[in-house]
């Protein structure tokens, strides 16, 4: 599955990051930011609820990349 996942990073590093960190993350890629960098596009292979990986990603993966910027 592809899924639109929301941003609340905003800058280059603190995407940058959180893309490679997803990546990093087995069977998950980081496919793109979406223009108005609001949303970033993850590919991944297993998916068993959109709403479970967006928690996981929010509360885990970009609260850990908000609290080194910020």
């Known amino acids: 599955a592809i899924v639109a996942v929301p941003l609340t990073a905003k800058s280059d590093a603190e995407?940058?990051?959180?893309?490679?960190?997803?990546?990093?993350t087995p069977g998950?890629?980081?496919?793109?930011?979406?223009?108005?960098?609001?949303?970033?596009?993850?590919h991944v292979l297993v998916l068993h609820s959109r709403e479970e990986l967006l928690r996981n990603i929010a509360g885990g993966f970009e609260k850990s990349v908000l609290d080194v910027f910020r």
């Open 15 to 24: 995407i940058t990051l959180l893309a490679n960190l997803i990546t990093l």
């Open 28 to 42: 998950t890629l980081s496919l793109d930011v979406s223009a108005d960098r609001q949303r970033l596009y993850v």
